[in-house]
């Protein structure tokens, strides 16, 4: 069965720190990758999505990047964090190549910039 | 434009109630999905249904239900005697984009249930 890590569950970081979220997928090959953003008592935002190994679409333009280096691996980076950056950050896959393939999330990493 | 409207921030039932989660969406385009999710305390989300834009059957699921109405561009959630454990954050979503082999979700704000024992 297909299963999906975040970490770290938490992270406290101060303004102007670098920051990696990391997230992998076992189970499944050439998933669709993606990470959102759901800010304290809001929806989600979509922040990328990757369709493939170096292929990296963003939907917001803002502080952070994301990155896939491996086809079940995707990271989320800012090389100076700002306080608008906290936020839960969920990561998810779906399967590669079907458009309406429902998406499954990982636990999600509470963010806090301080 | 696609939106997905949860007018319902907070709905606060006593234990046994049935209680319905309003889900409004709008998209021009004529074949879409749309979804619901539950995040619990815990903060993950889970899917519970999906459903494409010809199919308008209700669709049941144990103590779950939904309503989709294209007519009204409808997809609402009903919880029928409703238990603590269904309390959450559910979320409404559409789906855009997905020709393009990849499922880009558009999420309503959410609505939280709080269900009183």
């Known amino acids: 069965s297909q299963t999906i890590h975040q970490w770290p569950a938490t992270l406290v970081q101060p303004v102007g720190s670098p920051l990696s979220l990391e997230c992998t997928v076992e189970?499944?090959?050439?998933?669709?990758l993606y990470w959102y953003r759901q800010a304290a008592g809001r929806g989600l935002q979509l922040l990328f999505y990757?369709?493939?190994?170096?292929?990296i679409s963003s939907e917001v333009p803002q502080n952070l990047s994301a990155s896939r280096p491996q086809d079940r691996q995707f990271i989320l980076s800012s090389k100076k964090l700002l306080l608008s950056d906290s936020g839960f950050y969920l990561c998810?896959?779906?399967?590669?190549?079907?458009?309406?393939?429902?998406?499954?999330f990982g636990n999600g990493t509470r963010l806090t910039v301080t | 434009a696609q939106k997905v409207t949860q007018a319902q921030t907070e709905i606060s039932v006593v234990e046994k109630e049935d209680v319905t989660l309003d889900c409004v969406y709008e998209t021009r385009d004529t074949t879409y999905y749309l979804f619901w999710y539950k995040q619990p305390p815990s903060g993950e989300l889970v899917f519970l249904i999906r459903r494409n834009s010809f199919d308008e059957q209700n669709e049941i699921s144990g103590r779950y239900s939904w309503n989709f109405q294209k007519s009204t561009s409808s997809f609402n959630f009903t919880i029928t005697a409703s238990q603590v454990v269904d309390s959450a954050v559910y979320f409404c979503?559409?789906?855009?984009?997905?020709?393009?082999?990849?499922?880009?979700?558009?999420f309503g704000a959410g609505t939280r249930l709080a269900v009183h024992p």
């Open positions: 979503a559409l789906s855009v984009g997905f020709s393009g082999g990849y499922n880009k979700l558009i």
């Open positions: 189970g499944t090959s050439n998933p669709n």
């Open positions: 998810a896959w779906s399967v590669g190549g079907i458009g309406n393939s429902p998406l499954h």
């Open positions: 990757s369709v493939g190994i170096g292929q």
